[in-house]
C-alpha cells in the first residue's frame, strides 16, 4: 500500500541524470569539445550555493536561487573580487537563518494520526 520508495528514488535519479545527460550533449555541441578545465571549483561552489539557498526539497526555491546567484553578481560587478567571500558568507548565514531553504514545503500529508482505526 502506498508508493515504491524504491522506484520513486530511482525514477527521480534517471529524470535529473537524463536531463543533466542531455544539457552535457548542448554543451559539448556547443563548445566544440568537453575538457576539465572547462569547470572550475567557482562552477561547483556556485552549483552548491544554489541549493543550499533555494533548499534541497523545494524546486520553486532552487529555480528563484538560481536566478537570484547568477544576476546578482552581474548587477554587482564592482564587487568581483568578493565573490566567493560573498558566496561563502551567504551560505553559512543561509544555513543557520533558514536551514530548509528560502521557500520551505511542509510535509504534514501523511502524518498519522492517534486514535483513527485503519
Known sequence: MGL?????????????????GIAGVFFATYQGFVNPTSFTFFESALILAIVVLGGMGSTLGVVLAAFVLTVTPELLRSFAEYRVLLFGM??????????????????????????VAP
Open 4 to 20: 515504491n520508495h524504491v522506484l520513486v528514488k530511482l525514477s527521480a535519479f534517471t529524470l535529473g541524470a537524463s536531463t543533466a
Open 90 to 115: 551567504l551560505m553559512v548565514v543561509m544555513m543557520i537563518w533558514r536551514p530548509r531553504g528560502l521557500i520551505r514545503i511542509n510535509r504534514s500529508g501523511f502524518a498519522v494520526r492517534k486514535g
